[in-house]
């Protein structure tokens, strides 16, 4: 026996409007966040072993997923990991574009979680840019976690989407949530919300408990615990 955990402490990380957005519906990225809770996110990325955005993430926002700090870089080296974590993203569909910066940005190990029955098309498009891995039908948010511990991942951070999110929730496998809310509301029904309609484990007979309430310049942090595994290193 090795000791090492069922699955990695699952940490999710978003932020909303205060009417629970997380973008607007026009082409360009709303900005929710400023540059002193970036860098706190940017310390939380450090802190982990892998980062995970859903396939729409990739997309919409064409994120680098990569420790920004120079000196949080060199720390991680220093410490016998790699520079930035394990980029992890899952698709149903296949449908993802191998120059997007998920896969070019960085020297990062990159896995694919895929829908099995997306998985020839998702090997022809991304094979020499991601290790694909056959993630059964649907995607199991449980299954792909208890993967990730096997390949050494310790410490996942979610960072989205509403959908990834939502799916992470209702399957219990998340153990902490931080929630930054901006100062504006966004009003428009057809942009995305922080997650959709779902059986949550939290509920009005099964209150999560509120960690931590921390001002940074204009937006608040929301520090949740979502299980008794809350806190671990």
């Known amino acids: 026996m ?3 955990p069922a699955r990695p402490y699952v940490l999710l990380s978003c932020a909303t ?3 629970g957005y997380i973008d607007d519906s026009s082409e360009r990225r709303l900005l929710l966040s400023n540059e002193d809770d970036l860098d706190r996110v940017d310390a939380v990325r450090a802190s982990c072993d892998a ?13 680098r997923l990569l420790v920004r700090s120079a000196e949080r870089r060199a720390e991680r080296v220093a410490g016998g990991r790699p520079a930035s974590p394990v980029k992890v993203t899952l698709t149903a569909r296949g449908d993802l574009d191998p120059t997007a910066r998920f896969f070019t940005a960085g020297d990062a190990t990159r896995l694919v979680y895929c829908a ?3 998985l020839d098309k998702t090997r022809e498009r991304l094979e020499r840019a991601a290790t694909i891995v056959d993630a059964g039908e649907p995607i199991d948010p449980a299954w792909l976690v208890a993967d990730l511990a096997a390949r050494g991942v310790r410490r996942l951070m979610v960072e989205g989407g509403g959908t990834v999110h939502a799916q992470f929730l209702t399957a219990g496998v998340a153990d902490e949530l931080h929630l930054v809310v901006a100062p504006f509301f966004v009003g ?6 922080f997650v959709g309609e779902g059986s ?3 509920h009005a007979g099964h209150r999560a408990r509120l960690a931590e309430v921390r001002q940074i310049g204009d937006v608040v942090l929301l520090r949740y615990a979502l299980s008794d595994r ?3 290193a």
């Open 200 to 202: 949550f484990p939290w």
């Open 188 to 193: 428009d029904g057809r942009a995305p919300r």
């Open 51 to 63: 980062i995970l955005v859903g396939a729409g993430t990739v997309r919409r926002d064409d994120p």
């Open 17 to 19: 409007s205060i009417d």
């Open 116 to 118: 099995s029955s997306a």
């Open 230 to 232: 809350f806190g671990e």
């Open 2 to 4: 090795s000791g090492r």
